[in-house]
């Protein structure tokens, strides 16, 4: 089947790839339909690496994807040919000690789409164990399925903050993640969300959203977060942006027994002021992907709670993969997510 194949870095091929894929009991086969382009992807193809995972052996990219069920194994109840769905990415053991704690995306042995050495989603068809593939909503379409991945990685965090009405949050670093998870924010109960960040075109998209966007170049964050909040600080801090200079001031806006979730993934480690936080007793929440996060994405979707269509900004046909990467390794600052069409 055709493919899009990162060779090595910085060498992307359109071209047939044989993945041995069986289709057992419990999985469907899929026709893929949209996908979303990932920064990961992106720093595969630039560096061929993250951290400790290399790409030693030529592999698919693509992790946030959407298509349509052309066969599902015999055990398979709530799926069915012709089905549209969206599918989660990442395989657990099911016996893992992880898995049945419930944190089953920190399994060690989670097999990871396009997480070297696992082939990911841009091709034609694929084989997913159902239990890991959701119907969409009658009203939601391929684009917002692909987009259920990062949508995902809000939910948790949204989660994990334990929001309650009326909270106010911040979001530092306005892009795919911070915006979703700002989303996940609002429609979990919070009164405002604030989102900052550095680039302006970013921002503007993130205050057409209703989203109160602070540029953080030309404006003191800490005095519009306290001007907002009576002085008190924002309930919720959630740092998406991953920047040394943004995790070393987190507990500054944050009010006094405040929850911080960190997002966002330094590439380097980097100093944290613990009595900043300690002086606060604040409470600190780190996410990791997402568990079960799923069918809540969905919910948001189907309730209209969520609308991720205004995030979809770039399109390219799966014959023009090379050029979506090559574009989504120096987009234009307004841009938020690119989509590829198989
Ligand atoms: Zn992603």
């Not at 469907?28 to 400790?52: E, F, N, P």
Request: hydrophobic content about 45%; glycine content about 10%.
């Amino acid at each position: 089947m055709k493919a899009l194949v990162l060779e090595k870095a910085g060498q992307l091929s359109l071209r047939d790839i044989y993945i041995d894929e069986h289709l057992g009991t419990d999985d469907v086969r899929i026709k893929v339909h949209t996908v979303g382009i990932c920064g990961s992807d992106v720093h595969y193809y630039q560096h061929g690496a993250i951290g400790l995972f290399v790409v030693r052996h030529p592999m698919v990219l693509g992790h946030e994807a959407s298509g349509t069920v052309i066969e599902a194994g015999a055990g398979v109840k709530h799926l069915k040919a012709g089905d549209r769905v969206c599918m989660e990415p990442g395989i657990p053991d099911p016996n893992s000690r992880a898995a049945r704690l419930g944190m089953y995306n920190l399994d060690p042995a989670v097999r990871f789409w396009a997480t070297p050495p696992v082939h990911g989603c841009l091709r034609e068809t694929l084989v997913h164990p159902a239990n890991f593939v959701f119907k969409l909503p009658e009203n939601v379409g391929f684009d917002e399925g692909a987009l259920v991945e990062p949508l995902a990685v809000g939910v948790h965090a949204a989660r994990k903050a334990q929001i309650k009405p009326g909270d106010v949050a911040l979001v530092i670093g306005a892009g795919t993640i911070g915006i979703v998870t700002a989303m996940a924010a609002t429609a979990g109960g919070c009164s405002r969300v604030i989102i900052a960040d550095v680039i302006q075109e970013k921002l503007d998209l993130a205050a057409s959203l209703g989203m109160i966007a602070v540029n953080v170049k030309r404006d003191d964050l800490n005095e519009i977060v306290a001007r907002l909040t009576f002085g008190w600080g924002a309930d919720v801090v959630f740092e998406a942006s991953g920047s040394e200079a943004a995790v070393s001031k987190v507990f500054e806006p944050l009010c006094l027994g405040g929850r911080v979730v960190f997002i966002g993934m330094p590439p380097h480690p980097v100093p944290v002021d613990i009595v900043a936080a300690q002086v606060k007793e604040a409470r600190v929440e780190t996410i990791f992907r997402y568990a079960h996060a799923y069918p809540r994405a969905l919910l948001l979707l189907e309730s209209g709670k969520v609308n991720l269509k205004p995030l979809i900004t770039d399109r390219y046909r799966f014959e023009d993969s090379i050029a979506a990467f090559e574009y989504a390794s120096n987009p234009r600052p307004s841009s938020v997510k690119t989509v590829i069409e198989l």
